[in-house]
């Protein structure tokens, strides 16, 4: 089982920039893939970047360029740097640990979400 604790968000000026870390416990946490997601006021909850255990990453349209997922194992974290802040950035953004077994089992674990918020 995976317990992730999100930190680092907070407000910020358009432009500007911020690091959000997600602490995860749990004995194999380099096997999982790990996801930023986000739910902005009155929007549904979407991803922004995801990495793989072996370093792959994706993200989010609206992330691309401005976004960078990264993990470190050994200390059993994964960051979002996020650069170029939008208003529309706003949101509160959820850490995801993710793992599919061989035997169908699915390990899915989620924090309790960071407040981000882009304003003048």
């Known amino acids: 089982q995976v317990q992730l604790v999100e930190s680092g968000g907070g407000l910020v000026q358009p432009g500007g920039s911020l690091r959000l870390s997600c602490a995860a416990s749990?004995?194999?946490?380099?096997?999982?893939?790990m996801g930023w997601y986000r739910q902005g006021p009155g929007k549904q909850r979407d991803v922004v970047a995801t990495?793989?255990?072996?370093?792959?990453?994706n993200y989010a349209d609206s992330a691309k360029g401005r976004f960078t997922i990264s993990r470190d194992n050994a200390k059993n974290t994964v960051y979002l740097q996020m650069n170029s802040l939008r208003p529309e950035d706003t949101a509160v953004y959820y850490c995801?640990?993710?793992?599919?077994?061989?035997?169908?089992?699915?390990?899915?674990?989620w924090g309790q979400g960071t407040q981000v918020a882009v304003a003048s």
């Open positions: 995801n640990a993710y793992l599919k077994l061989i035997t169908g089992d699915i390990g899915d674990y």
């Open positions: 990495i793989t255990n072996n370093g792959n990453t």
């Open positions: 749990g004995s194999i946490f380099s096997r999982y893939t």
